[in-house]
């Protein structure tokens, strides 16, 4: 009885565990970019009661044992980074990449993060940044005599001298990739950062070898499907209440031994 006190608790704070990250991916339905989190669960140690192929008798072993499990535990939670709806807004610098791949920015402290939110903007020195304000990594500058930005599938940058006509190249936009997408460590603003997990950055131009190509006017909106987290909630929340009644129940079995031990007193 004890023991299933202690083991009910465990699949209460696990399926806490569940419906905060359900919750977050609700609350980010409509987010730029945002991939959905995946909790993972894995049972804990058994208590073995009886061995298996213990000896029974002299010439019989028992074939199966007896095994109870102490309970459950979030073994992790993971990123699913499967292809958001793309979304078209006709803005020039609305860009989604559709297939593999992140956009690289340089954030304030130097240091490179990755990003699948392709929401860029000019900045007052016509450099091409972020919502945060993030310059885009190769940093691309638009002259202010430049109009008509073009960014071709491979993330070739043109812009048109409105005077003259002529298309001048303003550079390149790469891309990068990872062995294990799901090892980066999320920094928040569907922001990115490498790590030992995730593997070595890989870079390259969309469209060539495993990256996906670049579409202007474009952005990737968020991959969460409401109907399946509304169903993992639901889940959840009835695992929640089973396992209270557990507790419920083993405390109930519990005050009546402290019954029968009063009235044997």
Known sequence: MIR?????????????????VTSNNIANVNTIAFKKDRA?????MY???????????????????MDVGLGVRVSGIQKNFTQGDLETTNNTLDLAIEGN?????????GDVAYTRGGAFKLDDEGNIVNANGYLL??????????????????????????????VTDLGQITLVDFINPAGLTPLGN??????????????????????????????????VKLVEEMVNLITAQRAYEAN???I???DDMLAIVNQLKSQLV
Request: overall charge negative; hydrophobic content about 30%; charged content about 20%.
């Open 4 to 20: 299933g006190l202690y083991t009910a608790a465990t699949g209460m704070n696990a399926m806490q565990n569940q419906i905060d």
């Open 40 to 44: 993972e669960f894995q049972d804990l």
């Open 47 to 65: 208590e073995s009661m009886n061995y298996a192929a213990g000896q029974t008798s002299e010439i019989s072993t028992n074939p199966t044992g």
């Open 101 to 109: 791949g992140f956009f690289q920015v340089t954030m304030p402290d």
């Open 137 to 166: 990594e190769p940093q691309i500058t638009v002259p202010e005599n430049l109009k008509n930005i073009t960014i071709a599938e491979d993330g070739t940058v043109t812009a048109e001298d409105p005077n003259t006509g002529d």
């Open 190 to 223: 569907s922001l990115y950062q490498a790590n030992e997990a995730a593997g070595d950055p890989i870079e390259g131009i969309a469209t060539e070898e495993q990256f996906g190509s670049i579409g202007q006017g474009m952005i990737e909106m968020s991959n």
């Open 244 to 246: 209270s009644k557990a």
């Open 248 to 250: 419920t129940t083993s």
